[in-house]
């Protein structure tokens, strides 16, 4: 690990109690024992990312999501896989470890039959029972596959107490740009022209902090009963049954009010760099009938795997980005005046 004071780097042996053995120096968060093998220079790193250049504000769940990305799972196939082979190693090492010595040492004076013969049925009992495991394995693959679960190693809870707890015992501050969203204030307009509708308690807070809310207008919701009436109602949503469900309720109670900001299954299936995708077990037929109708089979096939991701995933930057555009359709003028400079919110 490198220190963030020193710059040295240090083995785990040589950073007892999160302190550098060169500088004596503490630091916050250690590697080997943080979430998502979180280290202060990688924090700043991430928060660097997340704020971009235009400084803006980022909550613990996007900070999380950031960090915990590259550790997650890409194939449901994995889980069965360990235990496929896994089952056949361990097969392999409990018959023959003990059984071979065994078969050689006391074997041949316990019984009539010799060493050779001994080890032909040692090794024929463990290719037997290692077939049966592969036989067994092979047939709950369909179910293992269905069941089979990728997410985040802990909670938004867990996570931001154990971050904050250690940051703020070394540098006494927040991490640069963070908001916690677990006491952040949402901010409201005080004559909304549009609502922001998601359930997200994070994306609520980052668009808050962000000055988009006074900027444009907004009235952040969580619920379709909190929307005022007679105005627009922009729908953030995941990728997900749940998130696609939010948007149909949303155009049945409020019409051509409604719009769909995202984020869709599509634009989480096909983004580059790729977004963080997480798994439920596959849905069941009547779950699956609930999808819309309209939906491509791609998009389709994807929710049905189990396969999601949440918008508060999403990078400030893009969310603020696709709040505009979605504004824009209602105040054309403000969208040029945006592509000509006049305007400083990032694009993407």
Known sequence: MICPHCRADVRYRDRPDHTCSQCKREFALDPKTAPYRLHDLRVLRLADKLST??????????????????????????????????????????TLTPGLPLALAVGPSAT?????????????????LIALSMVINGLRRPSMLRNYRID???SLEDFAATVEDRWQSVYGTTIPGLVDERR?????????RYAVLCPSRSVLVCLSWNGIVRDRDLIPVSHPDQVPPNIPVLVIHDASPEGLGLVAEARRRFGPRAVDVG??????????????????PTLSNDAAATLPSDLPDAERAWLETGWWTPVSAVPPRRLIAAVNRAIDRFEPGTAEARTVGFLTWPTV
């Open 152 to 154: 985040m190693d802990d």
């Open 184 to 192: 952040a204030g949402i901010e409201h307009a005080a004559s909304p």
């Open 112 to 128: 009539d039959l010799s060493e050779g013969t001994l080890v032909t049925w040692l090794f024929t009992v463990s290719a037997c």
């Open 53 to 94: 250049d235009a400084h803006l504000h980022f909550t613990y769940e996007q900070l999380r999501y950031a960090a915990g990305k590259r550790t997650l799972e890409t194939s449901i196939e994995s889980g069965w896989r360990i235990a496929f082979w896994g089952t056949a190693g361990a097969l392999l090492f409990l």
């Open 263 to 280: 984020l869709s299954p599509q634009t989480a299936m096909s983004a580059e760099p790729p977004r963080l995708w997480l798994r439920t």
